[in-house]
C-alpha cells in the first residue's frame, strides 16, 4: 500500500492549497505520516520547495499573490527536480481560472495533473457546463481525453469520480469503490492531491503508486460511509488514512 510507504518516509510536501482546505489537508498529511508545510508567500515559496520533497498548486482560491507563489515555486521545483502536482479546482467555471491554469501548463512541468471530469475539459477544451467547482455535466470519452491530455503535458492524468481513471498516456487504469459523501465533504479531493504529491515521492513506477493511493483513498471512503453524519464522515476521513497507512 502507497500510503504505508509514505509513512515509512515521511516527505516533506509543500502546498500552494486554497484557503477553504488547508488545515483539513495539513491534518491529512499528518495522518499518513507525511509533512505538510503550507507556505504561499512569493517571498517565501522558493526558499520552502527547495527543502521539500514534493509541490502542490492548487488554484482553488486564487489571487494574484498566490498565482506569483505558484509559478516561482513551479519553477524551483522543476530546476530542482521536485516532482509537482496541479489541482486546476474549478479550470471551467471562470474565465481567469481557465487563463490561470493554462499558463500555470505552458509555466511549469507538472508530473501530475489530479482533476474531475469538468476540470479536465477545460484543460482539454472541450465543452463542458461547469457548476462553481464541482464536476458539472457533459459529454467527453474521459479515456481518450485524458491519454491525450496526458501525452501533450507529459503528465499523469488522474481523474476522480465514481471510478476513477489515472493514465500516463499509455497505460491505464481503472479504480473502483469510494462513496458519494466524499462529494459532500469540502477538500477530499484536495487532499487527494496532496497524498498523489507525497506519493510521487516515492520510490517505484509513478503511475503504479498514484492507482494504490487511489484505491485506498477509496477504502477509506467505504470505511468512513458506516458513519450516519457528514461530521463524524469528515473525522473517519482522517482516522481511516491514519489507520490504513499504519497497515491496521
Not at 495539513?26 to 517565501?44: F, K, Q, W, Y
Amino acid at each position: 500500500m502507497s500510503l504505508i510507504k509514505i509513512r515509512k518516509k515521511n516527505p516533506l510536501i509543500h502546498c500552494i492549497t486554497n484557503t477553504v482546505v488547508t488545515n483539513f489537508t495539513a491534518n491529512g498529511l499528518l495522518a499518513i505520516g507525511a509533512s505538510p508545510v503550507m507556505s504561499d508567500e512569493p517571498l517565501d515559496v522558493e526558499d520552502m520547495v527547495a527543502i521539500a520533497n514534493g509541490l502542490l498548486i492548487n488554484i482553488g482560491t486564487l489571487n494574484k499573490n498566490s498565482v506569483e507563489a505558484m509559478i516561482l515555486a513551479g519553477k524551483k521545483a522543476n530546476e530542482l527536480n521536485i516532482p509537482v502536482v496541479l489541482d486546476p479546482v474549478g479550470a471551467g467555471a471562470t474565465t481567469y481560472r481557465k487563463e490561470t491554469a493554462k499558463n500555470l501548463l505552458k509555466e511549469i512541468k507538472f508530473d501530475l495533473i489530479r482533476c474531475n471530469a469538468g476540470e479536465l475539459a477545460a484543460i482539454a477544451g472541450i465543452n463542458w457546463q461547469a457548476k462553481g467547482v464541482d464536476s458539472g455535466q457533459g459529454e467527453m470519452d474521459i479515456t481518450n481525453v485524458a491519454k491525450e491530455t496526458a501525452q501533450k503535458y507529459g503528465a499523469i492524468i488522474a481523474v476522480s469520480g465514481k471510478e476513477d481513471f489515472v493514465t500516463d498516456g499509455i497505460e491505464h487504469y481503472q479504480v473502483s469503490g469510494g462513496h458519494e459523501l466524499m462529494t459532500q465533504v469540502t477538500g477530499t479531493g484536495c487532499l487527494l492531491s496532496a497524498i498523489c504529491a507525497a506519493a510521487l515521492t516515492l520510490d517505484g513506477g509513478k503511475l503504479e503508486n498514484i492507482r494504490n493511493v487511489l484505491a485506498d483513498y477509496k477504502k477509506v471512503a467505504e470505511n468512513a460511509s458506516k458513519e450516519k453524519y457528514l461530521g463524524s464522515f469528515q473525522v473517519e476521513i482522517i482516522n481511516g488514512l491514519h489507520q490504513i497507512s499504519r497497515g491496521e
